[in-house]
């Protein structure tokens, strides 16, 4: 069992619609999540985003959405090694976070990021901004591995090699 797994955390995934068709139906079914953990200081103070991931999330599974600190520190007390949890972030700038706060992040699913003006196609569902680009370099200088995989049955890309082909 790897150390993310001890902690709870069954996988991570890069997904700026957060929870939607794919993940409230495929990913969670697939990884037989228990919990969906939202990570994101700029979520945690939108009242709206917040009631329209409550009502998103598919029946029999907790939700949090929790800034990348307050999620470092339940998820480093092991307060969710007894839970399947499914980890969302809406870009790479709350993984970086999390990493400097200890968290031992292993592997994370790049699925999508929508165009967006300064942003490089990598992939069908998947654009860049210069600033995602240096945040993914720093994730992967401190041994996370990144993958790109749409939905469950797709077979996972090496998500920097994608980057550095475009």
């Given at each position: ?12 995934r890069v997904d700026?619609r ?5 993940v409230a ?16 200081d ?16 598919p ?41 400097e706060?200890?968290v031992?992040l292993?592997?994370?699913n ?28 720093y ?5 996370v ?22």
């Amino acid at each position: 069992m790897s150390k993310m797994q001890d902690l709870g955390i069954i996988n991570i995934r890069v997904d700026e619609r957060l929870i939607h068709g794919q993940v409230a139906t495929m990913w969670t079914n697939s990884l037989r999540a228990s919990r969906i953990m939202i990570v994101g200081d700029d979520i945690v103070h939108d009242d709206i985003q917040k009631m329209a991931l409550k009502t998103a999330v598919p029946a029999g599974v907790r939700l949090s959405i929790l800034t990348a600190e307050g999620a470092a520190k339940r998820i480093l007390s092991s307060k969710y090694s007894d839970q399947r949890v499914f980890m969302i972030v809406q870009t790479p700038k709350y993984l970086k976070m999390l990493v400097e706060n200890g968290v031992p992040l292993e592997t994370v699913n790049v699925g999508n990021m929508s165009t967006k003006e300064g942003s490089k196609q990598v992939k069908k569902s998947v654009a860049v901004t210069p600033e995602n680009i240096e945040d993914f370099n720093y994730l992967n200088e401190h041994g996370v591995s990144l993958i790109a995989q749409m939905v469950p049955s797709e077979n996972p890309q090496k998500f920097m090699k994608l980057l550095e082909e475009k």
